[in-house]
Protein backbone atom coordinates (compact mmCIF):
# COMPACT_ATOMS: atom_id res chain seq x y z
CA UNK A 1 0.00 0.00 0.00
CA UNK A 2 1.05 3.53 -0.70
CA UNK A 3 1.97 5.93 2.21
CA UNK A 4 -1.10 7.52 4.33
CA UNK A 5 -2.92 10.05 2.54
CA UNK A 6 -1.55 13.23 4.05
CA UNK A 7 -5.45 15.16 3.98
CA UNK A 8 -8.12 13.30 4.08
CA UNK A 9 -10.00 14.76 7.18
CA UNK A 10 -13.47 14.43 5.53
CA UNK A 11 -12.86 10.86 4.73
CA UNK A 12 -11.37 10.26 8.37
CA UNK A 13 -14.62 11.56 10.48
CA UNK A 14 -16.61 9.54 8.48
CA UNK A 15 -14.10 6.11 8.79
CA UNK A 16 -14.04 7.11 12.43
CA UNK A 17 -18.00 7.20 12.98
CA UNK A 18 -17.58 3.61 11.40
CA UNK A 19 -15.11 1.94 14.10
CA UNK A 20 -17.62 0.90 16.82
CA UNK A 21 -14.88 -1.41 18.35
CA UNK A 22 -11.71 -2.94 18.47
CA UNK A 23 -10.25 -6.14 19.83
CA UNK A 24 -7.27 -6.68 21.52
CA UNK A 25 -6.41 -10.54 21.93
CA UNK A 26 -3.90 -10.74 24.47
CA UNK A 27 -4.53 -13.87 26.66
CA UNK A 28 -2.58 -16.04 24.98
CA UNK A 29 0.27 -17.94 27.11
CA UNK A 30 3.07 -16.85 25.19
CA UNK A 31 4.82 -20.22 26.13
CA UNK A 32 7.84 -19.72 23.67
CA UNK A 33 9.29 -16.90 25.63
CA UNK A 34 9.58 -19.43 28.29
CA UNK A 35 9.27 -16.06 30.97
CA UNK A 36 6.97 -15.76 34.06
CA UNK A 37 5.77 -12.74 32.71
CA UNK A 38 3.53 -12.85 30.49
CA UNK A 39 4.23 -12.25 27.27
CA UNK A 40 2.24 -9.28 26.21
CA UNK A 41 4.19 -7.30 28.92
CA UNK A 42 7.33 -7.74 27.49
CA UNK A 43 9.15 -4.26 26.27
CA UNK A 44 10.10 -3.08 23.67
CA UNK A 45 11.67 0.77 23.27
CA UNK A 46 10.04 0.84 26.86
CA UNK A 47 6.48 0.22 25.89
CA UNK A 48 4.72 -3.30 26.38
CA UNK A 49 3.85 -4.88 23.61
CA UNK A 50 0.29 -4.44 24.48
CA UNK A 51 0.81 -1.15 25.05
CA UNK A 52 2.56 -0.62 21.68
CA UNK A 53 -0.88 -2.26 20.02
CA UNK A 54 -2.78 0.08 21.83
CA UNK A 55 -1.23 2.91 20.64
CA UNK A 56 -1.29 2.33 17.71
CA UNK A 57 -5.28 2.20 17.81
CA UNK A 58 -5.47 4.83 20.01
CA UNK A 59 -5.49 7.56 16.93
CA UNK A 60 -8.41 5.53 15.48
CA UNK A 61 -10.28 6.91 18.23
CA UNK A 62 -12.66 3.96 17.94
CA UNK A 63 -15.87 3.83 20.20
CA UNK A 64 -14.72 1.13 22.64
CA UNK A 65 -11.63 -1.27 22.84
CA UNK A 66 -11.75 -4.39 24.39
CA UNK A 67 -8.79 -6.62 25.14
CA UNK A 68 -8.86 -10.73 25.88
CA UNK A 69 -7.02 -11.45 28.93
CA UNK A 70 -5.98 -15.04 30.37
CA UNK A 71 -2.17 -15.97 30.67
CA UNK A 72 -0.90 -13.69 34.18
CA UNK A 73 -4.27 -12.18 33.96
CA UNK A 74 -3.91 -9.89 37.28
CA UNK A 75 -0.69 -8.62 35.61
CA UNK A 76 -1.67 -7.89 32.43
CA UNK A 77 -5.37 -5.91 33.59
CA UNK A 78 -3.15 -4.22 36.61
CA UNK A 79 -0.71 -3.06 33.22
CA UNK A 80 -3.88 -2.31 31.55
CA UNK A 81 -5.20 0.04 34.14
CA UNK A 82 -2.09 2.28 34.34
CA UNK A 83 -1.55 2.79 30.42
CA UNK A 84 -4.85 2.40 28.92
CA UNK A 85 -7.43 3.18 32.07
CA UNK A 86 -10.37 3.24 29.10
CA UNK A 87 -10.15 0.07 28.00
CA UNK A 88 -12.70 -2.80 29.06
CA UNK A 89 -10.94 -6.70 29.71
CA UNK A 90 -12.49 -9.52 28.95
CA UNK A 91 -11.41 -12.77 30.44
CA UNK A 92 -10.52 -16.17 28.60
CA UNK A 93 -10.21 -18.70 31.22
CA UNK A 94 -9.15 -21.36 28.88
CA UNK A 95 -6.83 -20.65 26.19
CA UNK A 96 -9.21 -22.12 23.40
CA UNK A 97 -7.23 -20.05 20.46
CA UNK A 98 -7.91 -16.76 18.75
CA UNK A 99 -11.32 -17.83 17.29
CA UNK A 100 -12.28 -18.78 20.97
CA UNK A 101 -11.06 -15.60 22.56
CA UNK A 102 -12.80 -13.80 19.91
CA UNK A 103 -16.62 -15.52 20.56
CA UNK A 104 -15.90 -14.40 24.01
CA UNK A 105 -15.01 -10.46 23.42
CA UNK A 106 -18.13 -10.35 20.95
CA UNK A 107 -20.47 -12.27 23.52
CA UNK A 108 -22.06 -9.22 25.54
CA UNK A 109 -20.93 -6.61 22.45
CA UNK A 110 -23.44 -4.22 20.91
CA UNK A 111 -23.35 -5.37 17.34
CA UNK A 112 -22.63 -2.36 15.03
CA UNK A 113 -20.59 -0.83 12.28
CA UNK A 114 -16.85 -2.31 11.95
CA UNK A 115 -14.79 -4.40 14.35
CA UNK A 116 -10.95 -4.49 13.85
CA UNK A 117 -9.88 -7.11 15.70
CA UNK A 118 -5.58 -7.19 16.63
CA UNK A 119 -3.35 -9.49 18.13
CA UNK A 120 -0.95 -7.87 20.90
CA UNK A 121 1.93 -9.42 19.89
CA UNK A 122 3.15 -6.95 16.84
CA UNK A 123 4.77 -3.84 18.17
CA UNK A 124 5.94 -2.39 14.97
CA UNK A 125 2.08 -1.81 13.65
CA UNK A 126 1.46 1.28 12.71
CA UNK A 127 -1.95 3.88 13.10
CA UNK A 128 -1.14 4.39 9.39
CA UNK A 129 -1.24 0.75 8.17
CA UNK A 130 -4.06 0.13 10.13
CA UNK A 131 -6.36 3.60 9.12
CA UNK A 132 -4.95 1.77 5.47
CA UNK A 133 -6.93 -1.13 6.42
CA UNK A 134 -9.87 0.43 7.66
CA UNK A 135 -10.21 2.71 4.74
CA UNK A 136 -10.16 -0.29 1.97
CA UNK A 137 -12.73 -1.97 4.04
CA UNK A 138 -15.12 0.83 4.19
CA UNK A 139 -14.31 2.06 0.31
CA UNK A 140 -15.07 -1.86 -1.17
CA UNK A 141 -17.81 -2.45 1.46
CA UNK A 142 -16.31 -5.86 2.30
CA UNK A 143 -17.12 -8.32 4.74
CA UNK A 144 -13.90 -8.77 5.95
CA UNK A 145 -10.63 -7.40 5.40
CA UNK A 146 -7.28 -8.73 6.50
CA UNK A 147 -3.77 -7.08 6.56
CA UNK A 148 -1.10 -9.09 5.20
CA UNK A 149 2.56 -8.73 4.20
CA UNK A 150 5.19 -10.64 1.89
CA UNK A 151 7.53 -11.89 4.09
CA UNK A 152 10.95 -13.19 2.93
CA UNK A 153 10.76 -15.89 5.67
CA UNK A 154 7.07 -16.83 6.06
CA UNK A 155 7.58 -19.94 8.93
CA UNK A 156 5.25 -19.72 11.92
CA UNK A 157 2.58 -17.21 10.34
CA UNK A 158 -0.19 -18.05 8.48
CA UNK A 159 -0.36 -18.16 4.62
CA UNK A 160 -2.52 -16.20 2.30
CA UNK A 161 -4.68 -18.65 0.07
CA UNK A 162 -5.87 -16.76 -2.94
CA UNK A 163 -8.13 -17.85 -5.17
CA UNK A 164 -7.02 -17.60 -9.65
CA UNK A 165 -8.76 -14.26 -9.23
CA UNK A 166 -6.45 -13.04 -6.47
CA UNK A 167 -9.58 -12.74 -4.09
CA UNK A 168 -8.39 -13.77 -0.70
CA UNK A 169 -10.02 -17.79 -0.15
CA UNK A 170 -8.69 -18.59 3.28
CA UNK A 171 -6.03 -18.94 5.77
CA UNK A 172 -3.99 -21.29 6.56
CA UNK A 173 -1.86 -22.27 9.50
CA UNK A 174 1.80 -23.39 9.41
CA UNK A 175 1.44 -26.43 11.30
CA UNK A 176 -2.23 -27.45 8.97
CA UNK A 177 -0.26 -26.42 5.54
CA UNK A 178 0.32 -28.54 2.88
CA UNK A 179 4.10 -27.86 1.03
CA UNK A 180 2.43 -25.89 -1.21
CA UNK A 181 0.94 -23.73 0.83
CA UNK A 182 3.93 -23.30 3.13
CA UNK A 183 5.96 -22.17 -0.05
CA UNK A 184 3.56 -19.13 -0.24
CA UNK A 185 4.91 -15.89 1.28
CA UNK A 186 2.04 -13.86 1.83
CA UNK A 187 1.09 -14.01 5.46
CA UNK A 188 -1.53 -13.30 7.59
CA UNK A 189 -1.01 -10.06 10.22
CA UNK A 190 -3.65 -11.18 12.77
CA UNK A 191 -5.09 -7.68 11.93
CA UNK A 192 -8.91 -7.99 10.66
CA UNK A 193 -11.40 -5.48 9.68
CA UNK A 194 -14.90 -7.14 10.15
CA UNK A 195 -18.32 -6.09 9.51
CA UNK A 196 -19.46 -6.50 13.12
CA UNK A 197 -22.84 -8.24 12.39
CA UNK A 198 -21.51 -10.53 10.10
CA UNK A 199 -18.66 -11.79 12.05
CA UNK A 200 -20.81 -12.28 14.84
CA UNK A 201 -23.42 -14.31 12.74
CA UNK A 202 -20.51 -16.19 11.31
CA UNK A 203 -17.73 -16.69 14.51
CA UNK A 204 -20.30 -19.73 16.23
CA UNK A 205 -19.48 -21.46 13.08
CA UNK A 206 -15.88 -22.00 14.02
CA UNK A 207 -14.60 -25.70 15.00
CA UNK A 208 -11.50 -27.22 16.63
CA UNK A 209 -10.54 -29.49 13.43
CA UNK A 210 -6.83 -28.14 13.19
CA UNK A 211 -3.46 -29.93 14.45
CA UNK A 212 -4.05 -27.60 17.62
CA UNK A 213 -7.67 -28.42 19.00
CA UNK A 214 -8.25 -24.73 18.76
CA UNK A 215 -10.98 -22.43 17.42
CA UNK A 216 -8.84 -20.57 14.77
CA UNK A 217 -10.06 -16.53 14.09
CA UNK A 218 -8.46 -17.27 11.10
CA UNK A 219 -11.07 -19.51 9.69
CA UNK A 220 -13.81 -17.52 10.01
CA UNK A 221 -12.33 -16.06 6.70
CA UNK A 222 -13.51 -19.43 4.41
CA UNK A 223 -17.13 -19.28 6.72
CA UNK A 224 -17.87 -15.60 5.79
CA UNK A 225 -16.59 -16.42 1.69
CA UNK A 226 -19.23 -19.63 1.50
CA UNK A 227 -21.69 -17.56 2.94
CA UNK A 228 -21.05 -14.86 -0.10
CA UNK A 229 -19.30 -12.57 1.80
CA UNK A 230 -16.44 -9.94 0.06
CA UNK A 231 -12.97 -10.84 1.32
CA UNK A 232 -10.34 -8.25 1.00
CA UNK A 233 -6.00 -8.44 1.58
CA UNK A 234 -4.66 -5.78 2.03
CA UNK A 235 -1.09 -6.19 1.26
CA UNK A 236 1.25 -3.68 3.17
CA UNK A 237 4.59 -2.57 1.45
CA UNK A 238 6.93 -3.32 4.44
CA UNK A 239 6.80 -6.77 6.42
CA UNK A 240 8.35 -5.27 9.45
CA UNK A 241 5.17 -3.80 11.16
CA UNK A 242 3.84 -7.14 10.77
CA UNK A 243 6.23 -9.08 13.00
CA UNK A 244 5.20 -11.06 15.86
CA UNK A 245 6.98 -11.93 19.05
CA UNK A 246 6.83 -14.91 19.95
CA UNK A 247 10.17 -15.71 21.70
CA UNK A 248 12.93 -13.76 22.85
CA UNK A 249 15.04 -13.86 19.66
CA UNK A 250 11.74 -12.17 17.95
CA UNK A 251 11.49 -10.11 21.04
CA UNK A 252 15.16 -8.57 20.35
CA UNK A 253 14.97 -8.61 16.87
CA UNK A 254 11.44 -6.01 17.17
CA UNK A 255 13.73 -4.22 19.43
CA UNK A 256 16.61 -3.17 16.71
CA UNK A 257 14.02 -2.77 14.33
CA UNK A 258 12.32 -0.27 16.41
CA UNK A 259 15.56 1.54 17.57
CA UNK A 260 16.47 1.83 14.06
CA UNK A 261 13.06 3.46 13.52
CA UNK A 262 12.96 5.77 16.31
CA UNK A 263 16.83 6.66 15.81
CA UNK A 264 15.95 7.60 12.00
CA UNK A 265 12.65 9.78 13.41
CA UNK A 266 15.17 11.96 15.32
CA UNK A 267 18.55 12.13 13.40
CA UNK A 268 15.80 13.08 10.21
CA UNK A 269 14.06 16.02 13.02
CA UNK A 270 17.79 17.07 13.41
CA UNK A 271 19.31 15.27 16.37
CA UNK A 272 23.06 14.18 15.43
CA UNK A 273 23.08 10.18 16.52
CA UNK A 274 26.96 9.69 16.04
CA UNK A 275 26.58 5.14 16.10
CA UNK A 276 22.24 4.49 16.07
CA UNK A 277 23.30 1.01 16.26
CA UNK A 278 24.44 1.55 19.85
CA UNK A 279 22.26 4.07 21.01
CA UNK A 280 18.71 3.04 22.24
CA UNK A 281 15.58 5.63 22.58
CA UNK A 282 12.37 5.00 24.11
CA UNK A 283 9.47 5.50 22.22
CA UNK A 284 8.04 7.68 25.37
CA UNK A 285 11.32 10.29 25.03
CA UNK A 286 11.58 13.50 23.15
CA UNK A 287 14.49 14.90 22.11
CA UNK A 288 14.81 18.89 20.07
CA UNK A 289 16.48 19.21 17.27
CA UNK A 290 20.72 19.97 17.66
CA UNK A 291 20.90 17.61 20.57
CA UNK A 292 24.40 15.54 20.09
CA UNK A 293 24.16 11.66 20.94
CA UNK A 294 27.14 9.81 21.39
CA UNK A 295 27.68 6.14 20.98
CA UNK A 296 26.79 3.77 23.95
CA UNK A 297 23.78 5.33 24.93
CA UNK A 298 20.62 4.75 26.59
CA UNK A 299 17.64 7.55 26.65
CA UNK A 300 14.67 6.21 28.43
CA UNK A 301 11.11 6.34 29.91
CA UNK A 302 9.84 10.15 29.92
CA UNK A 303 13.26 11.76 29.48
CA UNK A 304 13.40 15.14 27.45
CA UNK A 305 16.07 16.59 26.15
CA UNK A 306 16.42 20.55 24.90
CA UNK A 307 18.20 22.02 21.64
CA UNK A 308 22.78 21.82 22.01
CA UNK A 309 22.27 19.39 24.85
CA UNK A 310 25.59 16.98 24.14
CA UNK A 311 24.82 13.27 25.64
CA UNK A 312 27.35 10.54 25.93
CA UNK A 313 29.15 8.44 24.91
CA UNK A 314 28.17 5.37 27.51
CA UNK A 315 25.27 7.43 29.23
CA UNK A 316 21.98 6.20 30.73
CA UNK A 317 19.13 9.00 31.06
CA UNK A 318 15.72 7.62 32.44
CA UNK A 319 12.88 10.09 33.05
CA UNK A 320 14.96 12.87 33.02
CA UNK A 321 14.66 15.90 31.86
CA UNK A 322 17.52 17.63 29.98
CA UNK A 323 17.65 21.28 29.54
CA UNK A 324 19.53 23.11 26.67
CA UNK A 325 23.33 23.12 26.35
CA UNK A 326 23.74 20.27 28.99
CA UNK A 327 26.55 18.13 28.79
CA UNK A 328 26.63 14.31 30.38
CA UNK A 329 29.47 12.28 29.81
CA UNK A 330 29.72 8.63 30.62
CA UNK A 331 27.05 9.01 33.57
CA UNK A 332 23.61 7.30 35.03
CA UNK A 333 20.90 9.52 35.69
CA UNK A 334 17.77 8.48 37.30
CA UNK A 335 14.54 11.52 37.27
CA UNK A 336 16.78 13.88 37.76
CA UNK A 337 16.93 17.43 36.37
CA UNK A 338 19.72 18.68 34.47
CA UNK A 339 19.80 22.15 34.12
CA UNK A 340 21.16 24.90 31.22
CA UNK A 341 24.37 24.24 30.47
CA UNK A 342 25.28 22.24 33.50
CA UNK A 343 28.23 19.11 33.06
CA UNK A 344 27.69 15.76 34.65
CA UNK A 345 30.34 13.31 34.42
CA UNK A 346 31.97 11.26 33.53
CA UNK A 347 31.08 8.41 36.03
CA UNK A 348 28.78 10.42 37.93
CA UNK A 349 25.10 8.85 39.19
CA UNK A 350 22.61 11.13 39.69
CA UNK A 351 19.17 9.65 41.38
CA UNK A 352 15.81 10.52 42.08
CA UNK A 353 14.92 14.21 42.78
CA UNK A 354 18.43 15.63 41.44
CA UNK A 355 17.82 18.71 40.32
CA UNK A 356 21.19 21.21 39.03
CA UNK A 357 20.75 24.61 38.51
CA UNK A 358 22.20 26.49 35.14
CA UNK A 359 25.55 25.98 34.49
CA UNK A 360 25.90 23.46 37.69
CA UNK A 361 28.33 20.96 37.59
CA UNK A 362 28.03 17.13 38.93
CA UNK A 363 31.85 16.23 38.22
CA UNK A 364 33.70 12.83 37.80
CA UNK A 365 32.77 10.37 40.52
CA UNK A 366 30.04 11.89 41.97
CA UNK A 367 26.59 10.89 43.30
CA UNK A 368 23.37 12.56 44.29
CA UNK A 369 20.30 12.08 45.57
CA UNK A 370 17.33 14.58 46.79
CA UNK A 371 19.64 17.38 45.94
CA UNK A 372 19.36 20.96 44.08
CA UNK A 373 22.26 22.23 42.95
CA UNK A 374 21.74 26.44 43.26
CA UNK A 375 23.28 28.06 39.57
CA UNK A 376 26.59 27.82 39.04
CA UNK A 377 27.44 26.13 42.00
CA UNK A 378 29.88 23.00 41.57
CA UNK A 379 30.90 19.73 42.86
CA UNK A 380 33.10 18.99 41.11
CA UNK A 381 34.62 15.38 42.40
CA UNK A 382 34.31 12.38 44.56
CA UNK A 383 31.38 13.36 46.05
CA UNK A 384 28.21 11.72 48.09
CA UNK A 385 25.25 14.45 48.26
CA UNK A 386 21.80 13.41 49.33
CA UNK A 387 19.13 15.09 50.85
CA UNK A 388 20.54 18.30 50.51
CA UNK A 389 20.11 22.01 49.16
CA UNK A 390 23.11 23.70 47.71
CA UNK A 391 22.74 27.79 47.11
CA UNK A 392 24.12 29.57 44.49
CA UNK A 393 28.03 30.11 43.03
CA UNK A 394 28.87 27.67 45.60
CA UNK A 395 32.07 25.28 45.45
CA UNK A 396 32.39 21.91 47.16
CA UNK A 397 35.72 20.41 47.85
CA UNK A 398 36.68 17.26 46.11
CA UNK A 399 35.70 14.57 48.76
CA UNK A 400 33.18 16.27 50.50
CA UNK A 401 29.72 13.59 51.79
CA UNK A 402 26.93 14.79 52.65
CA UNK A 403 26.29 12.59 55.84
CA UNK A 404 22.48 12.09 55.81
CA UNK A 405 21.39 9.09 57.20
CA UNK A 406 22.18 8.15 60.87
CA UNK A 407 21.37 4.72 60.93
CA UNK A 408 17.32 5.33 61.35
CA UNK A 409 16.33 8.61 59.72
CA UNK A 410 17.65 10.76 56.55
CA UNK A 411 17.69 14.74 57.65
CA UNK A 412 18.85 17.65 55.30
CA UNK A 413 21.56 19.70 54.53
CA UNK A 414 21.14 23.38 53.60
CA UNK A 415 24.66 25.16 52.26
CA UNK A 416 23.99 29.02 50.69
CA UNK A 417 24.73 30.82 48.55
CA UNK A 418 28.96 31.06 47.65
CA UNK A 419 30.14 28.87 50.09
CA UNK A 420 33.15 27.03 50.22
CA UNK A 421 33.24 23.83 51.33
CA UNK A 422 36.76 22.38 51.86
CA UNK A 423 38.40 18.94 49.96
CA UNK A 424 36.96 15.89 52.30
CA UNK A 425 34.76 17.80 54.15
CA UNK A 426 31.97 15.47 56.14
CA UNK A 427 28.57 17.41 56.57
CA UNK A 428 26.68 15.54 59.32
CA UNK A 429 23.17 16.72 58.73
CA UNK A 430 20.59 18.02 59.69
CA UNK A 431 23.01 20.94 59.43
CA UNK A 432 22.92 24.73 57.80
CA UNK A 433 26.06 26.16 56.38
CA UNK A 434 25.36 30.08 56.00
CA UNK A 435 26.11 32.35 52.59
CA UNK A 436 29.73 32.80 52.22
CA UNK A 437 30.68 30.76 54.94
CA UNK A 438 33.50 28.13 54.20
CA UNK A 439 34.74 24.84 55.88
CA UNK A 440 38.08 23.54 56.25
CA UNK A 441 39.82 20.89 54.79
CA UNK A 442 39.24 17.74 55.95
CA UNK A 443 36.81 19.03 58.84
CA UNK A 444 33.91 16.33 60.24
CA UNK A 445 31.13 19.35 60.51
CA UNK A 446 28.44 18.49 62.84
CA UNK A 447 27.02 21.89 63.82
CA UNK A 448 25.92 25.05 61.46
CA UNK A 449 28.32 27.29 60.29
CA UNK A 450 26.88 31.23 60.45
CA UNK A 451 27.37 32.96 56.95
CA UNK A 452 30.67 34.17 56.68
CA UNK A 453 32.36 31.84 59.05
CA UNK A 454 35.10 29.57 58.57
CA UNK A 455 34.41 25.91 60.08
CA UNK A 456 37.18 23.83 61.37
CA UNK A 457 36.66 20.84 62.94
CA UNK A 458 39.34 18.79 62.84
CA UNK A 459 42.52 17.57 64.78
CA UNK A 460 45.57 20.17 65.08
CA UNK A 461 48.65 19.30 63.12
CA UNK A 462 51.57 18.19 65.34
CA UNK A 463 54.75 16.95 64.12
CA UNK A 464 57.30 14.36 65.58
CA UNK A 465 60.84 15.72 64.38
CA UNK A 466 63.67 12.95 63.59
CA UNK A 467 60.89 9.97 63.85
CA UNK A 468 61.79 8.80 60.68
CA UNK A 469 65.38 8.56 60.91
CA UNK A 470 64.90 7.11 64.71
CA UNK A 471 62.39 4.57 63.60
CA UNK A 472 63.20 4.00 60.29
CA UNK A 473 66.40 3.61 59.89
CA UNK A 474 68.65 2.35 56.84
CA UNK A 475 65.64 2.60 54.99
CA UNK A 476 65.11 4.75 51.75
CA UNK A 477 62.88 7.70 53.52
CA UNK A 478 65.73 7.51 56.20
CA UNK A 479 68.15 7.99 53.82
CA UNK A 480 66.51 10.80 51.93
CA UNK A 481 65.85 12.56 55.55
CA UNK A 482 68.93 12.63 56.16
CA UNK A 483 70.52 13.64 53.07
CA UNK A 484 67.64 16.91 53.36
CA UNK A 485 68.87 17.51 56.90
CA UNK A 486 72.64 17.60 55.77
CA UNK A 487 71.77 19.84 53.02
CA UNK A 488 70.09 22.24 55.42
CA UNK A 489 72.91 22.06 57.52
CA UNK A 490 75.73 22.91 54.87
CA UNK A 491 73.19 26.08 53.19
CA UNK A 492 72.92 27.43 56.82
CA UNK A 493 76.81 26.65 57.60
CA UNK A 494 77.50 29.28 54.16
CA UNK A 495 75.38 31.52 55.30
CA UNK A 496 77.43 31.67 58.23
C1 LIG B 1 -1.63 -15.91 14.70
C2 LIG B 1 -2.51 -16.30 13.48
C3 LIG B 1 -1.62 -16.40 12.26
C4 LIG B 1 -0.87 -15.08 12.03
C5 LIG B 1 -0.12 -14.66 13.29
C6 LIG B 1 0.39 -13.24 13.12
C7 LIG B 1 -4.38 -17.67 14.29
C8 LIG B 1 -4.92 -19.02 14.41
N1 LIG B 1 -3.17 -17.55 13.74
O1 LIG B 1 -0.70 -16.97 14.90
O2 LIG B 1 -2.40 -16.69 11.12
O3 LIG B 1 0.01 -15.21 10.95
O4 LIG B 1 -0.97 -14.67 14.44
O5 LIG B 1 1.25 -12.86 14.17
O6 LIG B 1 -5.04 -16.73 14.66
N2 LIG B 1 -4.59 -15.34 21.95
C9 LIG B 1 -5.64 -15.26 22.84
N3 LIG B 1 -6.28 -16.39 23.23
C10 LIG B 1 -5.93 -17.61 22.75
C11 LIG B 1 -4.86 -17.69 21.84
C12 LIG B 1 -4.21 -16.55 21.45
O7 LIG B 1 -6.00 -14.17 23.29
O8 LIG B 1 -6.57 -18.61 23.15
C13 LIG B 1 -3.91 -14.12 21.54
C14 LIG B 1 -2.43 -14.10 21.90
O9 LIG B 1 -2.20 -13.49 23.16
C15 LIG B 1 -1.80 -13.30 20.75
C16 LIG B 1 -2.78 -13.50 19.60
O10 LIG B 1 -3.97 -14.01 20.15
O11 LIG B 1 -1.73 -11.93 21.04
C17 LIG B 1 -2.21 -14.44 18.56
O12 LIG B 1 -1.89 -15.66 19.19
P1 LIG B 1 -0.53 -16.41 18.89
O13 LIG B 1 -0.50 -17.65 19.68
O14 LIG B 1 0.60 -15.50 19.00
O15 LIG B 1 -0.80 -16.79 17.36
P2 LIG B 1 0.23 -17.12 16.22
O16 LIG B 1 0.63 -18.54 16.33
O17 LIG B 1 1.30 -16.12 16.21
CA1 LIG C 1 1.96 -14.43 17.51
Excluded at 139 to 147: D, E, H, M, P, W
Excluded at 163 to 184: C, N, Q, T, Y
Excluded at 191 to 216: C, M, P, R, T, W
Excluded at 377 to 392: M, N, Q, R
Aim: glycine share 10%.
Amino acid sequence: MAEPKPNPPVRLTHMSANLETVVVLAAGEGTRMKSSTPKVLHEVAGRSLVGHVLHAVQSLKPKQVRVVVGAGREAVESHLAEIAPTVTTIFQERRGGTGHATQLALADLKLAGTILILASDTPLLTSGSLQQLLDLHHAGGFTASVLTAEHPDPTGYGRIVRADDGSLLRIVEERDADDFEKAIYEVNSGVYAFDAHKLSAAIGKLNDNNSQGELYLTDVIEILRNEGGTIAAALIEDFVEILGVNDRVQLAESAALMRDQINEGFMRAGVTIVDPTTTWIDATAKIENDVTIYPGTAILGQTTIATGAVIGPRAVLESCTVLSGATIIESNCFEATIGKGANVGPYSYLRKDTVLGTDSKAGAFVEMKNAKVGDGSKVPHLSYVGDATIGEGTNIGAATIFVNYDGVEKHHTTVGDHVRIGSDSMLVAPLTIGDGAYTAAGSVITEDVPAGAMGVARGRQRNVIGWVMRKRSGTQSAKSAEAAEAAARHSDEKKG
